[in-house]
């Protein structure tokens, strides 16, 4: 069975910009959440879909959003970057929500 | 006050000694308990999941549940230098609400075994 994918592994944007990142859940998941990893404040869940509709959303400025296609894929946006959106964006997804599997993430640079 | 602390380490031990890492919490809503391991730059991988009080063994691995303490614990027996990585708890709550989809992590402990 294939996991948890991630694209692209690696960004570069420069602040102001915008970005978009793409998560592909393992087959027959339909839960994905989204978290932020920072050396500083270490994992933090940012939101979840399931079903193509956000059930939950963490602490996080409005500028991160998300949305859930009907094939479970998700997607996540950051606009207007800023110096500390720089931080490793991990997707995981789970069938019940507790036991979730991760990709291997993206690794996102603002300059 | 964070509600999952875990000791940050850094830990070095020599290879073929057990190894415990440690999370306590202070949520008393957590039910289900997880320990993930990763690599450098790499995403987390699950190792042990468990939603009851005691002991789970897999392998080299076993997690210890203590709800009443609040205290969760990985055991590696036997470690190897390929154990060497950052070792992660999270916890999460039933579903529902606030809950939904969201695991609460420690900060990690880095573990280094030594050949």
């Known amino acids: 069975k294939a996991g948890v994918t991630q694209t692209p592994r690696y960004l570069i944007k420069t602040r102001g910009q915008q970005v978009t990142l793409s998560c592909s859940p393992i087959s027959g998941h339909r839960s994905v959440s989204w978290y932020q990893q920072t050396p500083g404040q270490g994992l933090q869940f940012l939101f979840e879909y399931f079903s193509e509709t956000q059930r939950n959303k963490g602490n996080f400025p409005g500028r991160f959003s998300g949305r859930q296609f009907s094939n479970s894929r998700s997607e996540m946006n950051v606009s207007t970057l800023e110096l500390g959106d720089s931080a490793l964006y991990l997707c995981?997804?789970?069938?019940?929500?507790?036991?979730?599997?991760f990709g291997p993430g993206t690794r996102l640079t603002v300059l | 006050q964070k509600e999952v602390e875990q000791d940050p380490g850094p830990l070095s031990v020599p290879e073929g000694a057990i190894v415990s890492l440690n999370c306590t919490y202070s949520n008393s809503a957590f039910q289900y308990f997880m320990w993930y391991r990763q690599y450098s730059r790499k995403g987390p991988e699950l190792l042990m999941y468990?939603?009851?009080?005691g002991n789970k063994e897999d392998g080299r691995f076993t997690a210890q549940v203590d709800k009443s303490s609040k205290y969760i614990s990985l055991f590696i027996r036997d470690s190897q230098p390929s154990d060497s990585a950052t070792y992660l708890c999270a916890m999460s709550a039933f579903s529902g609400g606030t809950s939904y989809g969201k695991l609460t992590f420690g900060q990690g402990t880095i573990l280094t075994v030594h050949p």
């Open positions: 995981a997804s789970t069938v019940q929500g507790h036991e979730q599997f």
């Open positions: 468990t939603y009851s009080s």
